[in-house]
């Protein structure tokens, strides 16, 4: 098989491919309105062909054929004759056009029988159900950093998600945490920012809040002590890496001892922004990066605030004194990634 670029002097043949398959997988769940408003769509692209169009061939017959705009970044024709379903004709052709432009995120408004296709291939949906013009779709999107984390994540026993925003996290956890369950956490600017303390104080959990003002030092030992044995351990992580591990820095141990053992749920979320290529990557960001910041944030005088940089200090407040990688489990599942599509923390 092989996968070529179609441009306007061959537009009939793609088109009448797509037509067919449209009216017959598609249409059926279609109002009237719908089916003429994507058939006068196909109509102006035989016209005047503006999308960026590829087929895949077998020989000089034409199997599938996906089309997209914005340089890449969004699909809005992606097709495959009924006898090549199933022979990864899609999956080549999505292949081609992600390592054709090489976009972080790829978005597509799905018809209701493709959804699941999308899904297959590491789309998630970004909306319920749309409706213009009599055409029905669910906005979807795609990001590529994210699906290689979550798959390695998979390899390592560790479930992966990836929600586009806050919204979608909190939508996310009230599936995951069953209501009336104990909850701790660790100390997070990502759960802080996308609202995650406040949706674990909402009643719903009983959660184990280290943060009330008034605790004493004693106290604040205790509910770490109480997270070995929370039903769920909820926390942000220094890094992901793309094959698929968590590492993180910790100044006394109790955000990173709970996700290594006890609690049977961890739930650990991160912005794509804690996406790195390997371990040394996550290394090397969160002692030049993160750290520091968090140093800052926490009101340390340790070096790294004032130069903005790791010197690898012995300062006696230092926050780097534990360094925990995280690259499997024996439970399937009991660590859960969500990754948001949002920059968050440090
Ligand atoms: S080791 Fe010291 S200087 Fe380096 S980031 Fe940690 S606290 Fe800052």
């Not at 292949?95 to 296709?117: K, L, W």
């Not at 979807?140 to 586009?164: S, T």
């Not at 794509?272 to 750290?291: F, P, S």
Request: glycine share 8%; net charge negative.
């Amino acid at each position: 098989m092989e996968i070529r670029k179609i441009e306007q002097a061959g537009i009939l043949e793609p088109m009448d491919l797509v037509w067919q398959v449209f009216q017959e997988f598609e249409a059926p769940d279609y109002a009237p309105e719908g089916i003429a408003t994507f058939k006068s769509f196909i109509d102006s692209q035989c016209s005047q062909l503006t999308l960026e169009l590829f087929g895949a061939y077998a020989g000089e017959q034409l199997l599938g054929v996906i089309a997209t705009r914005n340089n890449g970044s969004h699909i809005s024709l992606f097709f495959v004759r009924k006898e090549y379903h199933g022979q990864g004709i899609g999956k080549s052709l999505f292949g081609h056009i992600r390592s054709s432009y090489d976009h972080p995120t790829i978005t597509v408004n799905s018809s209701p029988y493709a959804a699941e296709v999308y899904r297959k291939l590491g789309f998630t949906d970004l909306d319920s159900e749309q409706v213009t013009d009599g055409l029905r779709y669910i906005p979807m999107e795609y990001h590529a950093k994210a699906q290689q984390a979550m798959n390695q994540l998979r390899k390592n026993n560790m479930a992966g998600y990836y929600v586009h925003d806050s919204k979608q996290l909190l939508q996310l956890l009230a599936e995951l945490i069953p209501p009336g369950s104990t909850v701790g956490s660790g100390d997070s600017v990502t759960l802080e920012q996308t609202g995650v303390f406040q949706f674990l104080r909402s009643g719903n959990y009983n959660f184990l809040d280290k943060f009330v003002p008034s605790l004493t030092r004693e106290e604040k030992r205790q509910i770490y002590l109480k997270n070995f044995t929370a039903d769920t351990f909820i926390t942000g992580t220094s890094a992901v890496t793309l094959d698929g591990k968590l590492f993180n820095i910790d100044g006394n141990g109790s955000r990173v001892a709970p996700m290594l053992y006890g609690p049977e749920q961890v739930i650990v979320v991160a912005g794509v922004n804690k996406l790195t290529d390997n371990v040394e990557a996550a290394i090397h960001r969160t002692r030049q990066i993160a750290a520091p910041l968090d140093a800052l944030r926490l009101g340390k005088e340790t070096p790294c605030v004032k130069l903005g940089h790791c010197i690898d200090c012995n300062h006696k407040q230092r926050i780097c004194n534990d360094f925990v990688l995280i690259a499997g489990q024996f439970s399937k599942d009991r660590i859960k990634v969500i990754i948001v599509n949002e920059a968050l923390g440090y």
